[in-house]
Nanobody
Framework: QVQLVESGGGLVQPGGSLRLSCVVSGFTLPFYAVAWFRQAPGKGREGISCIFGRDDKTVYSSSVKDRFTISRDTANNTVYLQMNSLKPEDTAVYYC???????????????????????WGQGTQVTVSS
């Protein structure tokens, strides 16, 4: 059974940093892509970053590019999202997800409870506020 568990969220001041973790089980990390999505209150769920399986190719949305970094530690079955220069508009629940084609859904925004197919974690809250 595939499971993903996020952690590392919290309250941080604007300009600060956080590192989110996504511990995965039930599959071998290098062979499947893992993506991060987020959903702010009253907004759709948006894809922000993805790391491809079998190589280290990474992609980012324009809203987080050059501020966030996705990486993985295969020994610990963990995918990380390092978030720097955080802004109030980064406030959201952050989710990690996996699927064979999860990276192809990164450009979309999903409304009314919808989300791309695949396995999802329960989310971790990030609040950026002074």
């Amino acid at each position: 059974q595939v499971q993903l568990v996020e952690s590392g969220g919290g309250l941080v001041q604007p300009g600060g940093s956080l590192r989110l973790s996504c511990v995965v089980s039930g599959f071998t990390l290098p062979f499947y892509a893992v993506a991060w999505f987020r959903q702010a209150p009253g907004k759709g769920r948006e894809g922000i970053s993805c790391i491809f399986g079998r190589d280290d190719k990474t992609v980012y949305s324009s809203s987080v590019k050059d501020r966030f970094t996705i990486s993985r530690d295969t020994a610990n079955n963990t995918v990380y999202l390092q978030m720097n220069s955080l802004k109030p508009e980064d406030t959201a629940v952050y989710y990690c997800a996996t699927d064979s084609f999860i990276c192809t859904y990164l450009a979309g925004t999903y409304y009314s409870g919808s989300r791309p197919p695949g396995s999802w974690g329960q989310g971790t809250q990030v609040t950026v506020s002074s």
